[in-house]
């Protein structure tokens, strides 16, 4: 079967799909609607939810707001304290460390982990 998606919901996944950089609710709204100009907020935001419960997008929460990125293999974030800088850091070897500890959470079950480093990019090191 094939998936068919609202215009809406296709521009919300390709901008997603295509920008690395974990863009918030507000930063996919400001893209979407260049494109379909009678867009609101609300409709976009309620449009993520949906991609990431059916598994098209990934959400994840970082100093507390929602941010939204393609579904990759997973990674864990390094994080620039100053400007909120994003950058994708894959480890197997950190995520294979972290999930042997989680064997030992006895008060819950874990079913994934990621990491944040945080820190000072180049750029806002050299201000
Ligand atoms: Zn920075
Ligand atoms: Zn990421």
């Known amino acids: ?15 997603i799909n295509s920008k690395p950089h974990h863009p918030t609710v507000d930063e ?9 100009p009678r867009i609101s ?3 976009v935001y309620q449009n993520l939810k949906v991609l990431a419960e059916k598994g098209y997008i ?3 929460n970082i ?14 974030h390094i994080i620039c304290r100053e400007c909120g800088k994003i950058i994708d850091y894959e480890s197997k070897a950190l995520t294979e460390y972290s999930m042997t500890l989680a ?3 006895k008060d819950m079950d874990i ?5 944040n480093f945080y ?7 050299k201000r």
């Open 28 to 36: 996919v709204y400001t893209a979407v609607k260049i494109k379909l």
């Open 58 to 60: 990934k959400e994840v």
């Open 63 to 76: 100093k507390g707001a929602s941010r939204f990125e393609p579904i990759l293999d997973e990674h864990h």
């Open 103 to 105: 064997k030992n959470m």
């Open 41 to 43: 907020k609300a409709t």
């Open 111 to 115: 079913e994934f982990t990621n990491t």
């Open 119 to 125: 820190g000072k990019c180049k750029k806002c090191k």
């Open 1 to 15: 079967m094939v998936v068919r998606f609202t215009n809406q919901r296709q521009e919300i996944l390709d901008y």
